[in-house]
């Protein structure tokens, strides 16, 4: 709500002529979806990629702890009425060991996909910035939105730089590249 407030605000700043002012201001407005740009540029699509491969060999590795924490876990249950209480309390606090080894597992691998998540995708945000400032520089911008869901409610479709923006993003790593 704030931030409608605001660019309200803004936006009646810039649109309204002052008396002072002898000359009216041309606002040109534009917005890009920079979850769009970063999911459908080629490097984007490339770091996806590496982190669903990255997340699928993190998977396995859990699933595999996770059958064998049921297969002691069942082999536990089947000797519990032939084992010494000594030995049971002693297959009890492997089992424990084991669910507490398989609970850190699962925590560091979400940490670890979070982790490469922000590596591979903030130095593309960044690059995908510059190339909107530069955009906005060059083709005289008063200002560029970032389309949030739920924070553009309308805008012309002509408004929407978010295919120029891909478009000059693989241009430019291409580019640097070769």
């Not at 000797?79 to 609970?103: F, G, H, I, N």
């Amino acid at each position: 709500m704030k931030k409608a407030v605001w660019l309200a605000v803004v936006l009646l700043m810039l649109t309204t002529t002052s008396a002072v002012a002898a000359e009216v201001i041309t606002v040109k407005i534009g917005y890009v979806d920079l979850l769009k740009a970063l999911n459908e540029s080629e490097s984007g699509k490339k770091a996806k990629t590496d982190l669903e491969f990255m997340i699928k060999t993190k998977q396995s590795t859990i699933d595999e702890k996770g059958k064998a924490i049921e297969k002691a876990k069942a082999e536990l249950e089947k000797q519990s009425s032939v084992l010494s209480p000594d030995a049971r309390k002693t297959k009890e606090e492997e089992m424990e060991r084991m669910l507490r080894d398989y609970q850190r597992l699962v925590a560091d691998s979400q940490n670890e996909v979070k982790k490469k998540e922000g590596e591979l995708t903030s130095d593309i945000l960044k690059e995908l910035r510059a190339i909107v400032q530069k955009i906005g520089e060059e083709e005289g911008y008063t200002l560029i939105l970032e389309s949030a869901e739920g924070q553009i409610l309308y805008a012309k479709k002509e408004a929407d730089l978010t295919e120029v923006v891909i478009k000059k993003f693989n241009e430019s790593r291409a580019k640097s590249k070769k």
